[in-house]
């Protein structure tokens, strides 16, 4: 168990130095909400994915680590718990799919798209994703977006302005 408490200090720590980092993209807005209604849902639907993962992982090493206190080998540990994602086909084709999505999508789209944006450290997302969950890091990441596309919305000039 005291490898999921560290497992779960270390993603709080990986969230909060996303947002230090980007203390511009993560400032009280002048107008509007403090928080969209898109930066919400992506919020509401990544914190109920750590929750759902860590209901999950909390059964897996009760269930699996046998008083093994090694999080990397042995049972109930990361190296267990990816034998078990292969353990049959169906449970391989969502481990293939989760593998590929977390491993090379997430770190490509967040690190690509990230500094185009101007979204400092933007391969923390991935480093996030170890400690909470693939949906979390996504869903983090789309509120960011968000959150910085309504934070430098550039308002139209109203009509009375374009006229000379």
Do not use: K
């Not at 779960?8 to 130095?17: D, E, Q, R, T």
């Not at 009280?28 to 992506?42: D, F, K, M, Q, V």
């Not at 869903?139 to 309504?150: I, K, N, S, W």
């Amino acid at each position: 168990m005291l490898s999921l408490i560290v497992h779960a200090m270390l993603g709080v720590a990986v969230v909060w130095l996303l947002v230090a980092a980007n203390r511009a993209i993560f400032r009280r807005p002048a107008t509007g909400p403090l928080i969209s209604a898109l930066e919400g849902a992506c919020y509401v639907v990544g914190v109920a994915s750590v929750l759902l993962g860590w209901y999950f992982n909390i059964r897996f090493v009760r269930e699996y680590a046998h008083g093994n206190t090694n999080p990397i080998w042995g049972d109930g540990s990361w190296a267990h718990y990816i034998q078990l994602m292969y353990v049959n086909p169906a449970a391989s084709s969502a481990g293939q799919d989760y593998t590929i999505g977390n491993l090379v999508l997430l770190p490509l789209m967040t690190i690509v798209d990230g500094r185009r944006r101007g979204i400092a450290r933007p391969w923390l997302y991935f480093v996030a994703s170890l400690f909470t969950s693939f949906a979390f890091a996504w869903a983090f990441y789309l509120a960011t977006v968000e959150r910085q596309r309504r934070l430098t919305a550039v308002t139209p000039p109203a009509l009375s302005d374009l006229q000379p």
